[in-house]
């Protein structure tokens, strides 16, 4: 149980698109989603925090306009770079937790993104 | 400040037993959970305290003391494949989780 499901897995494209990513929760209602950002060799680094129906919580120094969330229903929310430059470049994680903390947030595999 | 601290490094020979410290300084506490990551993947869930004391799940045990803000996640048997970043993560007062830097395990045959 509790199986989170990331796509794309890898992104090549230009600088300048804009990429989406979509992390779903196959067999649980999540009540509450996350996304981070992991540079090579570097520790999580949590972007914002997502709970359905509602605005998105960004950590400081991450650009709302930049990194659009959305948190259309209790199994889907999507990240979207909006004109991606090299600099985005990096590991983007979504993860999923049913109910509050006590329970472990579960994560998707990853997107890998490269901006050319 | 909300503060976890793990070691940035450990070595460990196969078949032997690693201990890897957690200790934590946060904001309230909601429980202590222990994540696995090997490179290039995303992080797996390993284990959850919120009580002092010790939980054990096969090879992996994790300890808990609220009073010392202290975790530590135990190995036993160790296997090659256990090589990979150990994180220890806290949930706060707002059920945030603040994240340790991790701890990259290498394993020696």
């Known amino acids: 149980g509790a199986v989170v499901s990331q796509h794309p897995s890898w992104v090549i494209c230009k600088s300048g698109t804009s990429v989406k990513i979509e992390c779903r929760s196959l067999d649980f209602q999540a009540t509450t989603m996350f996304w981070y950002r992991q540079f090579p060799k570097q520790s999580l680094m949590l972007m914002a925090t997502s709970n359905e129906g509602s605005k998105a919580t960004y950590e400081q120094g991450v650009e709302k306009d930049k990194f659009l969330i959305n948190h259309a229903s209790l199994t889907l929310s999507t990240l979207t770079v909006t004109s991606a430059h090299p600099e985005d470049s990096s590991f983007y994680i979504c993860?999923?937790?049913?109910?509050?903390?006590?329970?472990?947030?579960?994560f998707g595999d990853g997107t890998r993104l490269s901006i050319l | 400040g909300q503060n976890i601290d793990q070691p940035t490094e450990m070595t460990a020979t196969e078949g032997a037993i690693v201990q890897i410290n957690c200790t934590y300084q946060?904001?309230?506490?909601?429980?202590l959970f222990w994540y696995q990551q090997h490179a290039g993947e995303a992080p797996t869930f390993l284990s959850y305290n919120v009580l002092d004391g010790l939980e054990e799940k096969g090879r992996f045990s994790s300890f808990l003391s609220r009073s010392k803000g202290y975790s530590y996640l135990l190995l036993k048997e160790l296997q090659m494949k256990d090589s990979a970043s150990y994180l220890c993560?806290?949930?706060?007062?707002?059920?945030?989780?603040?994240w340790g830097a991790g701890t990259k395990l290498i394993i020696k045959p």
């Open positions: 993560a806290v949930s706060d007062s707002n059920y945030q989780l603040i």
């Open positions: 946060t904001s309230g506490f909601n429980g």
């Open positions: 993860s999923a937790r049913w109910d509050r903390g006590h329970q472990p947030q579960h």
